[in-house]
């Protein structure tokens, strides 16, 4: 029985098309399959579009979203792409840009690896101005860059780069591919947070390009930087007043010298002013309103100790009406090898720009620790930009030699930026994933707008996870929508962007580039009851299915409950008719186990917060009975695991999901128990029969499937009989006539009849059936 029930996994396996050896084996297999179930059928129902990269790029993650023109460029290793927002794998340019034979030498003869390193990794994707766009790349760890011409309409069909201009890269693009950078380009103007050397020591906040000296952080000075990645550049107005605007930087350090007790990862805001010019006698071409403080995102625990998630992974800003005040979404992972685990927090502006107002970070004292500056502040305080709103200066250059004193000696802020609501809106751990990216798209629903969060994993996963207020926006409830496999092997997301005009999601790692919807309305069943309880803001019932909500609609068929998901309010009038339809198209399958095997009954809900509820109708009893977990019934996410079968195990088996007190019917599971007996006859008659047990030309696992599958057959005997009667009938000759008399499992003759004997051939055929590797 078990050479039989491993023949079936390995079969399963090939072929893909059957779970029923997860039913033999038990819980861990299904898992296995649900991964690669979830890939399958999204790429089978089209909502999901991939693109498998050439054979001699990979590092698609540069990516640069133009709506207007409806397109994706993507840089990657010694190319750069084009995409159709529409579809990824339609009308797809490439431009090969590769590092030149020279440099390429150079690179590996400075001790780099010439497959891994010592290529041309574009970096930086900038729109330029309407018909250009500037382009960096790594150029075997000599930064090169240029323009990208794709034309001032979509209709031009313009895409090329300019091969008669290339000039230095160095302090906008890395040197090292493997080197976290970032990047912003606005008036003509880069901005760009990267390594300036070969050796990837001197680590800097640059702006180049313009009619502007370039300008950049102190150097070789860890109270400013100390070995940052960058992960983000953003332009944030401060006031009506364009003179106030200010580039912040978010990223994460080494911790500064007494900041932290041994070797620590800090995540910060830096902040600096758009006009900043430098100074005139003292930081002569460096930032002199530069600021940066701590982002911290963290679970309250018990004692006062917390639960840190130091490490900035990425950033996302959620625009608000007032363009002053975005919403700053923060994916973050611990920097612990042992514990693992993953958030995301969200910052108002409100309190960053407290913090930046607040205490300077000041070392003193006997142990020489940072305290905040108790001292006097020099006027205009340091990190104010000049301009009529404050202080009346007209360039840091005409700013007071004691302010510039100040910013070079006080870079850090004392005090914290606590995420709103004092804690993370996400949380994961013990998982065997981490967060890596993170979109958001603000839906408009039927009672409120929410924020629906798209986060990629290390895993190659992405969650769709909504928050929704309790009592009020302070008190945030997650609910997990939908949990997708979005590329054919594990990899790291590593970019993503949305595209609110054509409701897509772009996704892209090593292995390449993946398109996939904002919404799938369809997945939540057929039920107003089920697209309530999905609370998922894309979706209502309009009266017939689950589909895309708009704000617009003014019918009331529109019914939508994403606060309080309560299905017996939107859906009381439809409630009993979606119950009758619900039961009667409820999925039914036959399944056979071995007494004293183990046997796993597959029934998921849709909804992950959904419950599943087990009953048992035995035969000839028409009372369902709950099943009470114990040590031999496990309960998984997929189904019910039954050890060690008996004959009391037979019965209709009954799956329900629960949630917000609604039940609703998953599958009904019919289960007959072969008897220990009989695999007993098998293998007796298996070690005594010395006849030629090869089989005909057939494939022998058809029958085995029929054989658990089958929902028409009264008894595994009737089964049997019919496969020794399709197989042992003579050419030519009519099958002889079981006796009646004799019964089930009696022989007539050479007549099997026992499902022993059925279950022995298949044994023998299994024998002499070519393992699969």
Same mark, same amino acid.
């Given at each position: 029985?078990?050479?039989?029930?491993?023949?079936?996994?390995?079969?399963?396996?090939?072929?893909?098309?059957?779970?029923?050896?997860?039913?033999?084996?038990?819980?861990?297999?299904?898992?296995?399959?649900?991964?690669?179930?979830?890939?399958?059928?999204?790429?089978?129902?089209?909502?999901?579009?991939?693109?498998?990269?050439?054979?001699?790029?990979?590092?698609?993650?540069?990516?640069?979203?133009?709506?207007?023109?409806?397109?994706?460029?993507?840089?990657?290793?010694?190319?750069?792409?084009?995409?159709?927002?529409?579809?990824?794998?339609?009308?797809?340019?490439?431009?090969?840009?590769?590092?030149?034979?020279?440099?390429?030498?150079?690179?590996?003869?400075?001790?780099?690896?010439?497959?891994?390193?010592?290529?041309?990794?574009?970096?930086?994707?900038?729109?330029?101005?309407?018909?250009?766009?500037?382009?960096?790349?790594?150029?075997?760890?000599?930064?090169?860059?240029?323009?990208?011409?794709?034309?001032?309409?979509?209709?031009?069909?313009?895409?090329?780069?300019?091969?008669?201009?290339?000039?230095?890269?160095?302090?906008?693009?890395?040197?090292?591919?493997?080197?976290?950078?970032?990047?912003?380009?606005?008036?003509?103007?880069?901005?760009?947070?990267?390594?300036?050397?070969?050796?990837?020591?001197?680590?800097?906040?640059?702006?180049?390009?313009?009619?502007?000296?370039?300008?950049?952080?102190?150097?070789?000075?860890?109270?400013?930087?100390?070995?940052?990645?960058?992960?983000?550049?953003?332009?944030?107005?401060?006031?009506?007043?364009?003179?106030?605007?200010?580039?912040?930087?978010?990223?994460?350090?080494?911790?500064?010298?007494?900041?932290?007790?041994?070797?620590?990862?800090?995540?910060?805001?830096?902040?600096?002013?758009?006009?900043?010019?430098?100074?005139?006698?003292?930081?002569?071409?460096?930032?002199?309103?530069?600021?940066?403080?701590?982002?911290?995102?963290?679970?309250?625990?018990?004692?006062?100790?917390?639960?840190?998630?130091?490490?900035?992974?990425?950033?996302?800003?959620?625009?608000?009406?007032?363009?002053?005040?975005?919403?700053?979404?923060?994916?973050?992972?611990?920097?612990?090898?042992?514990?693992?685990?993953?958030?995301?927090?969200?910052?108002?502006?409100?309190?960053?720009?407290?913090?930046?107002?607040?205490?300077?970070?000041?070392?003193?004292?006997?142990?020489?620790?940072?305290?905040?500056?108790?001292?006097?502040?020099?006027?205009?305080?340091?990190?104010?930009?000049?301009?009529?709103?404050?202080?009346?200066?007209?360039?840091?250059?005409?700013?007071?030699?004691?302010?510039?004193?100040?910013?070079?000696?006080?870079?850090?802020?004392?005090?914290?930026?606590?995420?709103?609501?004092?804690?993370?809106?996400?949380?994961?751990?013990?998982?065997?994933?981490?967060?890596?990216?993170?979109?958001?798209?603000?839906?408009?629903?039927?009672?409120?707008?929410?924020?629906?969060?798209?986060?990629?994993?290390?895993?190659?996963?992405?969650?769709?996870?909504?928050?929704?207020?309790?009592?009020?926006?302070?008190?945030?409830?997650?609910?997990?929508?939908?949990?997708?496999?979005?590329?054919?092997?594990?990899?790291?997301?590593?970019?993503?962007?949305?595209?609110?005009?054509?409701?897509?999601?772009?996704?892209?790692?090593?292995?390449?580039?993946?398109?996939?919807?904002?919404?799938?309305?369809?997945?939540?069943?057929?039920?107003?009851?089920?697209?309530?309880?999905?609370?998922?803001?894309?979706?209502?019932?309009?009266?017939?299915?689950?589909?895309?909500?708009?704000?617009?609609?003014?019918?009331?068929?529109?019914?939508?409950?994403?606060?309080?998901? !309560?299905?017996? &309010?939107?859906?009381?009038?439809?409630?009993? $008719?979606?119950?009758? =339809?619900?039961?009667?198209? @409820?999925?039914? +399958?036959?399944?056979?186990?071995?007494?004293?095997?183990?046997?796993?009954?597959?029934?998921?809900?849709?909804?992950?917060?959904?419950?599943?509820?087990?009953?048992?109708?035995?035969?000839?009893?028409?009372?369902?009975?709950?099943?009470?977990?114990?040590?031999?019934?496990?309960?998984?996410?997929?189904?019910?695991?039954?050890?060690?079968?008996?004959?009391?195990?037979?019965?209709?088996?009954?799956?329900?999901?629960?949630?917000?007190?609604?039940?609703?019917?998953?599958?009904?599971?019919?289960?007959?128990?072969?008897?220990?007996?009989?695999?007993?006859?098998?293998?007796?008659?298996?070690?005594?029969?010395?006849?030629?047990?090869?089989?005909?030309?057939?494939?022998?696992?058809? !029958?085995?499937? &029929?054989?658990?599958?089958?929902?028409?057959? $009264?008894?595994?005997? =009737?089964?049997?009989?019919? @496969?020794?009667? +399709?197989?042992?009938?003579?050419?030519?000759?009519?099958?002889?006539?079981?006796?009646?008399?004799?019964?089930?499992?009696?022989?007539?003759?050479?007549?099997?009849?026992?499902?022993?004997?059925?279950?022995?051939?298949?044994?023998?055929?299994?024998?002499?059936?070519?393992?699969?590797?």
């Amino acid at each position: 029985v078990i050479k039989i029930a491993n023949k079936a996994v390995l079969i399963c396996l090939c072929n893909l098309k059957k779970t029923v050896c997860g039913r033999f084996v038990g819980a861990l297999l299904m898992f296995a399959f649900v991964l690669l179930f979830c890939l399958s059928e999204m790429l089978e129902s089209s909502n999901l579009v991939t693109f498998t990269g050439l054979a001699n790029s990979s590092g698609y993650d540069t990516f640069l979203m133009d709506e207007e023109r409806g397109r994706l460029l993507v840089g990657a290793e010694d190319h750069v792409f084009s995409f159709d927002l529409v579809n990824i794998n339609r009308d797809v340019k490439q431009i090969a840009w590769p590092a030149t034979p020279s440099k390429r030498d150079e690179c590996k003869w400075a001790g780099k690896d010439l497959g891994k390193d010592c290529s041309n990794f574009v970096r930086v994707l900038q729109p330029y101005n309407q018909t250009h766009i500037y382009i960096c790349g790594t150029g075997a760890f000599h930064p090169i860059c240029s323009y990208l011409e794709i034309g001032k309409r979509a209709e031009d069909n313009i895409f090329r780069l300019d091969a008669n201009y290339f000039e230095n890269g160095r302090g906008k693009s890395p040197y090292d591919p493997k080197m976290q950078s970032s990047s912003l380009l606005i008036d003509g103007e880069l901005y760009s947070g990267t390594s300036a050397d070969f050796m990837g020591r001197d680590f800097a906040i640059f702006r180049t390009l313009g009619s502007h000296h370039p300008i950049r952080t102190e150097q070789h000075d860890s109270r400013w930087l100390n070995d940052p990645r960058f992960l983000g550049i953003h332009l944030i107005p401060e006031s009506d007043n364009p003179e106030d605007d200010k580039i912040f930087l978010f990223f994460k350090e080494n911790a500064m010298d007494g900041e932290h007790t041994g070797k620590a990862t800090i995540s910060r805001i830096g902040q600096l002013c758009k006009n900043d010019m430098g100074g005139h006698r003292s930081l002569i071409n460096k930032w002199t309103t530069f600021l940066k403080a701590k982002l911290t995102c963290s679970v309250p625990g018990l004692s006062g100790i917390d639960t840190h998630f130091d490490e900035l992974q990425d950033v996302f800003l959620m625009s608000a009406k007032d363009p002053k005040n975005p919403v700053i979404y923060a994916v973050f992972t611990t920097s612990s090898n042992i514990f693992r685990g993953s958030a995301i927090c969200m910052y108002s502006m409100a309190d960053i720009r407290r913090v930046f107002l607040g205490p300077y970070a000041h070392r003193d004292g006997p142990n020489y620790q940072w305290v905040p500056f108790q001292g006097r502040v020099p006027y205009p305080r340091p990190g104010t930009c000049p301009s009529k709103t404050f202080g009346g200066f007209d360039s840091t250059k005409d700013l007071p030699d004691d302010v510039i004193t100040f910013a070079r000696l006080h870079p850090a802020m004392y005090n914290p930026v606590q995420p709103m609501g004092g804690k993370p809106i996400v949380v994961r751990t013990n998982v065997e994933y981490q967060f890596t990216q993170l979109v958001v798209d603000r839906v408009e629903a039927e009672d409120g707008q929410y924020d629906v969060m798209f986060i990629g994993t290390d895993l190659g996963t992405v969650l769709k996870v909504v928050t929704i207020p309790r009592e009020s926006w302070h008190d945030l409830e997650e609910v997990v929508l939908e949990e997708m496999t979005v590329f054919r092997e594990p990899t790291p997301i590593t970019a993503m962007e949305l595209s609110t005009k054509q409701q897509q999601l772009y996704l892209g790692s090593d292995l390449g580039i993946s398109q996939m919807p904002l919404h799938r309305c369809e997945v939540y069943g057929k039920a107003c009851a089920e697209c309530c309880l999905a609370r998922d803001p894309y979706c209502a019932w309009d009266g017939t299915e689950c589909s895309r909500y708009f704000p617009t609609a003014k019918r009331r068929t529109r019914r939508q409950d994403i606060r309080n998901g !309560d299905p017996l &309010s939107q859906c009381s009038d439809l409630h009993h $008719n979606d119950d009758l =339809e619900g039961y009667s198209s @409820v999925e039914e +399958r036959s399944v056979y186990g071995v007494e004293n095997s183990s046997m796993f009954l597959e029934c998921s809900p849709k909804s992950q917060r959904a419950l599943i509820y087990w009953q048992l109708q035995r035969p000839n009893d028409e009372r369902k009975h709950e099943i009470v977990i114990d040590e031999r019934l496990s309960l998984t996410g997929q189904g019910l695991l039954i050890r060690s079968l008996t004959q009391a195990d037979s019965g209709v088996y009954h799956c329900h999901a629960v949630e917000h007190g609604f039940i609703q019917p998953l599958r009904r599971i019919h289960l007959q128990v072969i008897p220990a007996q009989r695999v007993g006859e098998l293998l007796l008659r298996a070690s005594t029969n010395d006849k030629d047990p090869s089989p005909k030309h057939k494939l022998w696992y058809r !029958d085995f499937m &029929s054989l658990l599958e089958h929902p028409d057959l $009264n008894s595994v005997d =009737e089964f049997c009989e019919r @496969v020794w009667k +399709r197989e042992k009938k003579p050419k030519g000759k009519k099958t002889p006539r079981v006796n009646p008399a004799a019964g089930v499992g009696t022989k007539t003759d050479k007549t099997p009849q026992t499902t022993a004997q059925t279950l022995q051939n298949l044994t023998q055929r299994t024998q002499n059936t070519p393992k699969v590797p």
